[in-house]
């Protein structure tokens, strides 16, 4: 499914930004689930049918967090998240959601804007009402935790993240460099013929034949460019970092550069600037972390939901 929670006890968009910071409310004090009803049971129940459990892992007893991962341009996924969280609002008592993309210092996500709309305003959920936050959500104009906000009086969204994490930190215009390497690393081990053939495909304009047909002689090459062009997996800001390395170790590397004499001068900044990008990344699951645990102690006993990127869920499930 493309919502996938991972149960657990202990390209990136643009933060939004409210007008104006506002103070974080106390939320409703619901029912905690019984004590016999474990976290594995709970991301069980709330994923049957949608989702797909990852990991469990057993840390503090009154401490519960469901990560759920999304994919951030997926609005089926946004309406199995959507669902899920329902479920355990409804069964198990979750008031609070820690989302990715909004900043911790913007305090609760303001909903109250939607609920005074007549003929909306009333301080219970609405059939009328909710059916146009039901449409927002599956034409995508809003997101799992957003219609979270709109549809309940008591249920408190708030951010994750710092705008430090974010000033500065854009994904880069041109992410090539990684092949470029990687095309250069196996066109030097290619024999006369072979060279031939990649500079035939080139001046005909294939382009990408050419990248291709290079990097498919290298059985070390054709696995990395396998692994970095490969579109039904999201590949985690660390797994990114460590192809970087070593992708640039093997440039690197002192009897490849004595036996190729390959320049990589020109694509080093490409590099460099993916780097940064990931490497702000990973900074960022740390900082989410410790955000959400401060969350976390607000509702002892009581689920909290944790809404990030795919990149993310890895390294955060192994923080936490």
């Known amino acids: 499914a493309c919502a996938s929670p991972v149960a657990t006890t202990s390209s990136p968009p643009s933060p939004t930004s409210p007008p104006s910071p506002t103070a974080l409310p106390t939320p409703t004090s619901p029912p905690p689930p019984t004590a016999s009803v474990t976290v594995e049971a709970i ?46 609002y409804k069964n198990y008592g979750m008031r609070q959601v820690a989302l990715e993309g909004y900043f911790k210092e913007s305090g609760k996500l303001d909903a109250s804007w939607f609920q005074k709309l007549p003929p909306f305003a009333a301080k219970e959920p609405i059939r009328e009402r909710e059916d146009v936050i039901v449409q927002l959500l599956q034409d995508g104009e809003i997101s799992s935790s957003e219609m979270m906000a709109l549809t309940y009086n008591d249920m408190v969204v708030t951010g994750i993240e710092i705008p430090a994490e974010y000033n500065n930190v854009e994904y880069p215009d041109d992410d090539s460099a990684p092949i470029l390497y990687l095309y250069f690393i196996a066109y030097s081990g290619m024999t006369n013929d072979e060279m031939d053939k990649a500079n035939e495909l080139i001046n005909a304009g294939k382009s990408l034949e050419a990248v291709e047909f290079v990097v498919n002689k290298d059985e070390w090459t054709s696995k990395e460019y396998a692994l970095i062009t490969d579109n039904t997996k999201i590949i985690s800001a660390d797994e990114w970092l460590k192809i970087l390395d070593e992708i640039e170790a093997k440039a690197n590397d002192p009897l490849f ?46 689920p909290v939901a944790m809404v990030i990127g795919a990149a993310h869920t890895e390294l955060v499930a192994k923080l936490f």
Not at 65 to 87: C, K
Not at 263 to 277: E, H, I, Q, T
Not at 286 to 300: F, G, K, W, Y
């Open 43 to 88: 991301a069980e129940e709330i994923t049957a049918g949608i989702g797909t459990v990852k990991q469990v892992s057993v840390g503090s007893p009154d401490e519960i967090i469901i990560i759920f991962e999304e994919n951030h341009l997926s609005p089926a996924g946004q309406i199995e998240i959507a669902t899920m969280m329902n479920r355990l």
């Open 257 to 302: 550069v004595m036996q190729s004499k390959v320049d990589f001068s020109a694509y080093k900044p490409g590099m460099d600037n993916l780097r940064k990008f990931w490497e702000t990344a990973s900074q960022r699951s740390r900082t989410m972390v410790d955000n959400t645990l401060e969350i976390s102690e607000m509702s002892p006993n009581v």
